[in-house]
């Protein structure tokens, strides 16, 4: 955790990647949201959900 500020953290993809990320990246508008509602396949039918995982005070 050594050299994170504040509000950044990792954050681990299915498909095992690990990235370091801000709570930014996780809003409406942040990388890992728009990732989230382009990715397609998977066995899943419809849209992929918008509901993340967020822990206190993000």
């Known amino acids: ?6 509000s ?23 990388k890992m949201a728009k990732a989230a509602k382009g990715s397609t396949g998977g066995v899943a039918k419809g849209e992929t959900s918008g509901y993340f995982l967020r822990g206190p005070g993000l």
């Open 1 to 6: 955790m050594a050299g994170l500020n504040k």
């Open 8 to 30: 950044e953290g990792q954050a681990v993809t299915m498909n095992g990647a690990a990235k370091q990320v801000s709570s930014a990246d996780f809003g409406v508008h942040g």
